[in-house]
């Protein structure tokens, strides 16, 4: 694996800037990677599209919609058996069943809001923006800081430090869900 440098741009023609700027400083064209990096949770990593298979802030609500059920059916149907001698058999049923449906509704306080912490879990992370991505891989350690000036000079944002491997312009093992180490 190699070190990787990376910072977001906003316009296409950014990315072929920094591109020249890099190759001019002295890196190989090959191990430079340019591409448009979606907003989070749209990057299409799992077989139904997005980032997980499941919303992480969603674990609890089928707990929730089965308690707020039936608690909202029992309620329902006492509600229901009390209106009986007017509705007839059918009020303790039709109450039960709104009962449910209402009850079920509650499961939404279960969610979580977003950023808030999972108990137990870890804290959310920063997430990178979306927006053109220009990355260069080199395995001198010491061409980090001249990577890093060249694309701070062409206005380059959230710069970031990786590992990983740049192959023929591309980023092979990038993985945008991965929590970026920010440098500058």
Do not use: C
């Amino acid at each position: 694996m190699s070190r990787i440098i990376a910072g977001h741009f906003q316009l296409q023609d950014d990315v072929e800037r920094a591109r020249r700027a890099l190759v001019d400083a002295g890196f190989d064209s090959e191990r430079i990677s340019g591409f448009y990096l979606s907003q989070p949770g749209q990057h299409d990593m799992t077989p139904l599209g997005g980032d997980h298979i499941t919303s992480p802030g969603a674990k609890e609500s089928p707990e929730g919609v089965a308690q707020g059920a039936a608690a909202g059916a029992a309620v329902g149907a006492v509600a229901g058996a009390a209106t009986a001698p007017v509705t007839g058999p059918i009020g303790p049923v039709v109450g039960g069943l709104v009962g449910a449906h209402v009850g079920s509704l509650f499961s939404f306080s279960k969610m979580k809001d977003a950023g808030e912490r999972e108990e137990g879990g870890r804290a959310p992370v920063e997430n990178r923006h979306a927006g053109m991505l220009v990355a260069v891989a080199f395995d001198d350690a010491g061409q980090e800081g001249r990577a890093v000036d060249v694309l701070r000079g062409l206005g380059a944002t959230q710069i970031e430090r990786a590992s990983g491997n740049i192959v023929d312009g591309d980023w092979a093992d990038f993985d945008p869900s991965t929590a970026p180490d920010i440098i500058h």
